[in-house]
């Protein structure tokens, strides 16, 4: 899962520097989700472990 967030982030990254629109917005768009759902479940993931 922490690889599709780094693809999806150099996805954003590229779309960033090209414009944000169409396409490029959609895939900013969606790298930010994915983003977010690994920071989640990575805080889940830790308080469960040290639990």
Sequence with gaps: MLQ???IF???A???AVLGFGG???TASWI???IFVIFVV???IAF???NV
Excluded: K
């Design 4 to 6: 599709w967030a780094l």
């Design 9 to 11: 982030l150099v996805v």
């Design 13 to 15: 990254i590229v779309a």
């Design 23 to 25: 396409i490029a917005g």
């Design 31 to 33: 790298a930010q989700i």
């Design 41 to 43: 479940l990575a805080i």
């Design 47 to 49: 308080i469960r472990r």
